[in-house]
Every structure is written in structure tokens, then in C-alpha cells.
């Protein structure tokens, strides 16, 4: 018994530089927070990478079903994960660090379609299959808007580009990148209907103690250039494809 309690403390101890900080993501992926087969690239995996440099640990990205990311935690398969909307950290399991950064979402719609107000959009709207970003836009779908669902950002942008739908619920960055991605040019969609401001953050479970404090510290003082990392991000590992109908 006593010689397990040694061996735990041992560990517990152990120096910030002989630890590695296993960060875990959706295989949907977050163009352009993350992505990439092994979640190797994007706006979050820099700003990881910063963090492993400044503080001296090995980082490494791992994949995983966001119905799996509960399990993989509780497992110890990863001790960190990407934030996302469905994965806020959640008080009794996580310690939430940052935050990195900060975005607001957008409806993005045709040209010539300029509504003043929720109430005054009709049509079709495009939306994530299996989330809104925004509760405005959940709460004030009604009968004067056909929901089409999108598995992700790209299929959505697609459907939109096409004239599929009318509207499109979608991330400002995401909708810059995509569009930057496909040749398409995004001041010609963007209204600002939604003013839904919510953050990224990195979980840490509750028990690592030293890359808590050690995040803590990194992200007190931490800016992310936006504007510069969007221009030079990578392209994403699949072909985008999310050109224009004629």
C-alpha cells in the first residue's frame, strides 16, 4: 500500500518538462480551430504548440468521436481537449483554461436577401446537423423558416453556395476560411443578425495540477493574431470543395 501512495507521489511530482500534454479533438473537425488527420493543423493547434514551447512539454494531438471524448478523458487516453459548443469544460470534471480565443457567430445570407430582424426571414436556412451555434436562431425558428441540415461547415457552405437555402448559420472565421479556401468572396453574404459571443477554451481535467497552473499562467497574458494565422494556415488534409453553382 505504501509502496503504491510512493509511487503515486512520485508521479504527481514529476516536473512540468517530463510531462505530455495529450490534446484531444472531434474527428469532425473546427476549420480552421482545428483539423488535419491528426489534428495537426489550425488556429488552436498553433496556439498549443506556443504553449508546449513556452513551457517546455511535448504536446500531441489525438482524434476522437465526440461521443467518445467523455470516455477517452475519464480513461486517461487524453488529458486535454478542444472546446467546442456540444463540450464546454464542465465544472466537476474540468478546469477551464483561457480564454484562447473569442468569436461571434453571423447568419450569412444571399444577395439582396438584407432582413432587419429575425422576423423578417423566410425561406430555407442551413444549419449543423447536430448543433446551431447560436439559441437565438434555435428559439426563433418557426414556420417561416425550412431548416436543411449540414453535417459540417463545408457540406453546409456548399448547400448554401448552390441555392439550396436562403440562410446560413455559420462562424465568422469559419466562414472566412472556407470561403478563402474556395475562391469565394464573403463580403458580398455577411449580415450581422446574431450577437452570440462565446469563448474557446482548452480543458484540463481537474488533476493535472502542474498544466493547469502552467496554462493558466501561458494564456494570462497570450494574444493570438487572427488576421496574420488565417492568411498562412495550411490547407485542410481533404479537398474542400465548395465552389459556386453557375
Given amino acids: 500500500m505504501r509502496i503504491g501512495l510512493l509511487i503515486i507521489a512520485v508521479f504527481w511530482c514529476l516536473p512540468l518538462s517530463a510531462q505530455r500534454l495529450q490534446v484531444m479533438g472531434s474527428t469532425d473537425g473546427f476549420l480552421p480551430f482545428y483539423y488535419g488527420d491528426n489534428l495537426n493543423k489550425g488556429i488552436l493547434v498553433e496556439v498549443i504548440n506556443d504553449f508546449a514551447e513556452e513551457v517546455g512539454i511535448a504536446a500531441e494531438f489525438q482524434p476522437m468521436a465526440r461521443k467518445r471524448q467523455a470516455w477517452a478523458l475519464k480513461k486517461g487516453h487524453a488529458n486535454a481537449v478542444f472546446a467546442n459548443p456540444l463540450w464546454m469544460p464542465l465544472p466537476d470534471r474540468m478546469h477551464a483554461v483561457g480564454p484562447v480565443l473569442t468569436w461571434r457567430d453571423r447568419v450569412y445570407a444571399q444577395p439582396g436577401l438584407e432582413p432587419d430582424s429575425f422576423d423578417d426571414l423566410q425561406g430555407n436556412i442551413c444549419l ?119
Avoid at 461547415?153 to 465568422?172: G, S, T
Avoid at 475562391?183 to 474557446?200: C, G, H, K, N
Avoid at 493547469?212 to 494564456?219: N, V
Wanted: proline content about 4%; some cysteine; charged content about 30%.
Fill in 128 to 246: 449543423r446537423r447536430w448543433f446551431v451555434y447560436s439559441d437565438q436562431i434555435e428559439k426563433r425558428l418557426g414556420t417561416n423558416l425550412v431548416r436543411h441540415d449540414g453535417y459540417n461547415a463545408q457540406q453546409m457552405l456548399r448547400m448554401f453556395l448552390h441555392k439550396r437555402c436562403d440562410y446560413l448559420v455559420l462562424n465568422e472565421l469559419e466562414f472566412r476560411f472556407l470561403a478563402m479556401l474556395g475562391e469565394v468572396q464573403p463580403d458580398r453574404f455577411s449580415t450581422e443578425l446574431i450577437d452570440a459571443e462565446w469563448q474557446v477554451y482548452l480543458g484540463i481535467l481537474k488533476n493535472e495540477a502542474a498544466l493547469i497552473e502552467a496554462a493558466e499562467d501561458f494564456f494570462a497574458t497570450y494574444t493570438v493574431d487572427v488576421e496574420v494565422m488565417l492568411r498562412n494556415l495550411p490547407p485542410p488534409d481533404r479537398r474542400v470543395s465548395i465552389k459556386p453553382g453557375d
